[in-house]
């Protein structure tokens, strides 16, 4: 069982940035790929980022290439979302989930993610 908590939301204006941080519990974090995810109001969660077991592969939505960078620090079970140049198209609550597989042609697709947590609220003003 994984236990995940973000934190780092807020309400920042265009052009800003913000570092999400995803804490997970337990002692297997590092046999787990990581995703972040996004829900805007009205809109279906869509996939934002996700990294490899070590780190070593990451992949992006078109979308945030360039100017969201997805991190991990297995030591302390933390997964990171640096996000610059944010825009309010942005605004949504932000997920990170855990998957025991990962995909690297592509992104790994939800169902593959057993364990999610409960989301943190980025808001970006224009």
């Known amino acids: 069982q994984v236990q995940l908590v973000e934190s780092g939301g807020g309400l920042v204006q265009a052009g800003g940035s913000l570092r999400l941080s995803c804490a997970a519990s337990g002692r297997t974090f590092s046999t787990y790929a990581m995703g972040w995810f996004r829900q805007a109001e009205g809109k279906e969660r869509e996939f934002v980022a996700q990294?490899?077991?070590?780190?070593?592969?990451?992949y992006y939505t078109d979308s945030v290439k360039g100017r969201f960078t997805i991190s991990r620090v297995n030591a302390k079970n933390t997964v990171y979302l640096q996000m610059n140049s944010l825009k309010p198209e942005d605004t949504a609550i932000y997920y990170c989930a855990a998957s025991p597989n990962y995909y690297y042609a592509g992104p790994t697709p939800p169902y593959e993610y057993h364990y999610w947590g409960q989301g943190t609220q980025v808001t970006v003003s224009s």
């Open positions: 990294i490899s077991w070590r780190g070593d592969n990451s």
